[in-house]
């Protein structure tokens, strides 16, 4: 009987050394997920914070999507109401950025010295 029973005890201790491992296993791999998200998380925040740098270095809140549609603008209109001549006296200022703050929302636009108006927002 002494032997069943010492290999009882072997066995348990083997069970309960093994649910040990188990354990530590399992909250290794969980701070490992947490430590995942944590970068991943970082990564988004770091992506969004170069984001609004961006925006803001233009001086304007103006989107990249739309700075491009404004650049677009400016050289179409050059080309085709001032005949390719993108001179604009010694300092520039041949485009000027206005935005209306509204009770529905802001409207952005870009108008040339000629007059004409690109609206390039409409934050609602």
């Known amino acids: ?6 290999a009882l005890e072997d ?3 083997l069970y309960v050394r093994q649910q040990e491992e188990n354990d530590r296993l399992r ?3 969980k ?13 988004k925040m770091k992506a969004r914070l ?3 740098e961006d925006n803001a270095r233009r001086g304007f809140p103006i989107s990249e999507e739309e700075n491009r549609k404004i650049v677009e603008w ?7 109401k ?10 520039g200022g041949r485009f000027s950025y ?3 703050p509204t009770g529905i929302g802001t409207f952005g636009s870009c108008r040339c010295t000629c007059g004409e108006e690109f609206t390039f927002a409409n934050y609602f």
């Open 31 to 43: 701070e490992i997920q947490d430590e995942h998200w944590k970068d991943e998380t970082l990564q």
């Open 98 to 100: 206005i935005f209306i």
């Open 27 to 29: 909250n290794q791999n």
């Open 82 to 91: 001032h005949n390719g001549n993108g001179y604009a006296g010694a300092i």
């Open 11 to 13: 066995l348990k201790y």
């Open 50 to 52: 170069d984001l609004v």
């Open 74 to 80: 400016q050289q179409k209109h050059i080309q085709e």
């Open 1 to 6: 009987m002494k032997d069943i029973d010492a």
